[in-house]
Every structure is written in C-alpha cells, then in structure tokens.
C-alpha cells in the first residue's frame, strides 16, 4: 500500500478483492496474489481498529482519573 488508506478505502478494497475471489470464473493463477494483497488490508484494517481502541481506553481512563479526582 503505497500511499496511506483510511480504514474505509481499505475495507471497501478488501471487499471488492473477496467478490472477484468468489466469483466463479477467477483465475487460480490471480487467486494467490488477491490472497497475499487480502491478507495486507486485513493486517491495515487490523493495525487502524487496534490503534482506535488503544487511543479509545486512554480517553476512558482520562474520564475515570478526572472524576476520582473531584
């Protein structure tokens, strides 16, 4: 992925490579590079949702130390 992707161009792509994997007249010859490119966007989308989660729970413990402090 050469340039950066938000996580919905990423899933939107994932998307559109499963559709051709499934179709029924995919070459086999392609299905191991829209396998390896796959694999990629999920790592992406898997790295994106981790790091919102991360920064998700650091605001939540932000709100909770705020509050114990009043």
Do not use: H, R, W
């Not at 990629?40 to 130390?65: A, E, H, W």
């Amino acid at each position: 992925m050469e340039q950066e992707l938000t996580y919905n161009q990423a899933l939107a792509q994932l998307e559109a490579l499963v559709k051709k994997m499934q179709a029924p007249d995919c070459d086999i010859d392609n299905l191991s590079a829209y396998t390896s490119q796959a694999l990629k966007l999920l790592k992406f989308c898997k790295n994106k949702l981790t790091v919102t989660d991360q920064k998700v729970k650091q605001v939540l413990d932000s709100l909770s130390d705020d509050k114990s402090g009043e």
